[in-house]
């Protein structure tokens, strides 16, 4: 049985019939929860999604897995610290808001950015805090650039170089500091050329996001307030700003967003309704039918527009059209338009479920099961425990599994 609404059924119909789900404060999601309404309506295997769950929970001390097929939200567990309405740090998914508002913005103020993703940003119309220039070859780096990490920006941590598919090592250098957040991402070195190479760099998507705050006059929250939240109905959200006694004065475009997880759901529901929700366009239909394909801005990794898609098959057992993005401590939303799906997998250590990051207020009960929670062992008997994106493609694997027809 599936929920009844306390809003007239149009409310959640395109205009060409298409479901959407009203706010969880007006009933929220259509939901199944019997095996064989899941199996009818949706055609899927409770089984196996309950493996995938169980899968889940080896992968990180808190977490849950949601998922929707066909307009159904067919599976909603949780486990720790996390729960429907928690607002945890979603680490880099943020990365895929910043991209997708980027997308919005492109076609919104096209007077503005009239060369799209190609525009060189590096100039005094653009990023004038950048000049003089610390680095000439920075003249040359591009919005698409910055949103598929191929600008030349040095990787953090241990993160390597890509050419062309091949992996070339990198030593850390100075990255983000979030006390200085613009000056330092945009200062941060480059290991090439614009273009010449992939590294997963969290300067790049900031820049972007500073590109974004002079285009439209509003901060990155704000604008994704206006263009995304309210008119998907979002309950209580925002950004991980606040560190101890320090502020940050703007969002890091590089994520530590913090929604709701049915309403993570509703993000990666309108990209597989390609930017559509009930009658508006809300984010250019064109700009997401990039996000699951390669990308000549990128032509050396399957990294497009903050994305990683699987248009090279390497994620085995997912269809070929699937794209997701992940963040650190084992978040991650993903888009399946061949099978329909939206899948929103939490992840995260205690620290990330802090509610002094965002500000809102929790009123969920932990019970402590997992404070001493560890990682099982990988044996030659077992898969142990896959933290990080190798856990994210196996539950993306489970769950394309459990699709029955």
Known sequence: MFLLWPVSMMTCL???????????????????????EIRKLAGMDLNRLNQAFEFTQRCSQNGGLLVVRHGYLVYEKYFGRAHRNANPDMASTGKAFTSIACGIMLNEFQDKIPDGLNTRVFTDRYLPEALPLDDTRKAEINLGQLLCMSAGYHGEGSSP?????RVVPLSPVSGQNIHDLDVSSIRTVLWTNAGAGYSYSSPAPHIASIVLRRITGMELQDYINERLAKPMGWGSWGYCLHHGDFTMPHANGAGSTALHATDALRFGYCLLHQGKWNERQLVPADYVALCNKPSP???????????????DGHVAGAPGDAYYKSGAGGFGI????????????????????NPDLTGIPQSFAYDGSRTNWKPIPRTPFNEGSMGGDDGLRRVLEMVSAAVMN
């Open 297 to 311: 801005f990128n032509p050396h990794t399957p990294f497009t527009l903050m994305f990683e898609n699987n248009s």
């Open 161 to 165: 170089g890509v050419v062309f598919g």
């Open 14 to 36: 395109g205009l060409a019939g298409e479901y959407f789900p009203p706010p969880d404060s007006q009933g929220g999601w259509r939901q199944l929860q019997e095996a064989a």
């Open 334 to 353: 993903f888009i399946v338009p061949s099978l329909d799906i939206v899948i929103y997998k939490l992840g995260g250590n205690d620290g990330q479920y």
